[in-house]
């Protein structure tokens, strides 16, 4: 076959492909046993895979006719992208599609969390005592990473009236985004002790595992609200535990944590104030149809180019080209 999805695209692009290449949707090669999974690639072209399938040398060295796999995830954590350089394999992955979807998540996280008494009736606790809210208006909302989700949610909170402090470790005070996206750079101090709320969406690499300690934590200014997107692996558990205890931080809000990260025998398990949500962030129609448009142009491309010479992850970090992930008008359908 031509391509094997073990993540399915939506519908219409799905079908989109399937006119120009033969397809096999098998999720359940995704757990199946090496060997089973083995003679299902060893005539594949292309791969669409779940964020969780690892993508290894010896799983790209029992795909001979491999030129591309794919991920509705901007993330590379588990793709091999060495290996998959040797042997030519292009990686896609559609990286704006859910910039948008994310950016909302945490301005609902932050709405949520400045008016937690709106959470008892979603539910069903209709005679909840009423509590205090607070407003995003005046408030001081704390960047933590500047990635691409940090630029469409300074916009949505300055509309509100927010005022935007920022840090990004990888990001210089002086260089010329903070005054595009009008957020004031500070130390990371800084921010720590005066933000109201603090957004967190850092762009993770391995040596940021654990970047906020205790030391870093300590500076925070009594009752925050946190939200974040970024891997949990940023906080330190036993930190967190402590401002969560102490009301350092009044409640956190995080997508996305690893296994393990407040299960039973972590310091977080039995916090109810730390609220964790598996992924939601990115699990918008609008995002999942950007994500798979995106895809299967790239897959036809591959397939279709007379000379296959392209390594999107590593030589340029994949973009979804002219596609305007903030409006769904510009997506590209069967006519592009």
């Known amino acids: 076959m031509d391509i094997l999805l073990l993540e399915r695209l939506l519908p219409e692009a799905e079908a989109w492909l399937e006119a120009r290449h033969s397809i096999a949707y098998r999720p359940e090669l995704a757990v199946a046993?090496?060997?089973?999974?083995?003679k299902a690639i060893y005539k594949t072209q292309a791969l669409v895979l779940p964020r969780k399938f690892v993508v290894t040398r010896e799983v790209l060295d029992f795909a001979p006719l491999l030129k591309a796999v794919a991920r509705l995830h901007g993330n590379t954590d588990n793709t091999d992208l060495e290996a998959c350089r040797e042997r030519?394999?292009?990686v896609i992955q559609s990286t704006t599609a859910n910039v948008r979807s994310n950016a909302e998540y945490l301005l609902a996280g932050l709405l949520m969390?400045?008016?937690?008494?709106?959470a008892a009736p979603l539910v069903?606790?209709?005679h909840a005592p009423i509590r205090m809210g607070r407003e995003l208006h005046g408030s001081v909302v704390g960047l933590l990473g500047l990635a691409p989700t940090a630029h469409a949610l300074a916009i949505m909170l300055q509309s509100l009236g927010a005022k935007l402090i920022g840090y990004d470790p990888a990001v210089h005070h002086t260089a010329p985004i903070w005054a595009r996206l009008r957020v004031q750079p500070v130390s990371l101090e800084q921010l720590m002790a005066q933000a109201d709320a603090v957004s967190v969406q850092v762009l993770y690499a391995s040596r940021y595992r654990g970047f906020l300690n205790a030391k870093v934590l300590a500076h925070c200014k009594p009752g925050q609200s946190w939200v974040g997107i970024t891997r949990s692996a940023l906080f330190d558990p036993h930190a967190l535990a402590a401002?969560?205890?102490d009301g350092r931080i009044e409640a956190a809000l995080l997508d996305g944590a690893e296994a393990g990260f407040a299960s039973r025998g972590s310091p977080l398990h039995a916090l109810d104030n730390l609220m964790l949500t598996p992924r939601l962030s990115s699990h918008t129609r609008e995002a999942r149809l950007r994500a798979s448009w995106y895809v299967a142009h790239r897959l036809h491309e591959t397939l279709t180019a007379k000379s296959h010479t392209g390594f999107d992850a590593l030589s340029q970090p994949l973009e979804l080209d002219s596609l305007n992930s903030d409006?769904?008008?510009t997506l590209p359908g069967p006519g592009r």
């Open 113 to 118: 969390l400045f008016r937690r008494g709106i």
């Open 33 to 38: 046993e090496p060997s089973t999974l083995r």
């Open 327 to 329: 409006n769904p008008a």
């Open 243 to 245: 401002a969560l205890n």
């Open 124 to 126: 069903g606790d209709r």
């Open 88 to 90: 030519r394999v292009r």
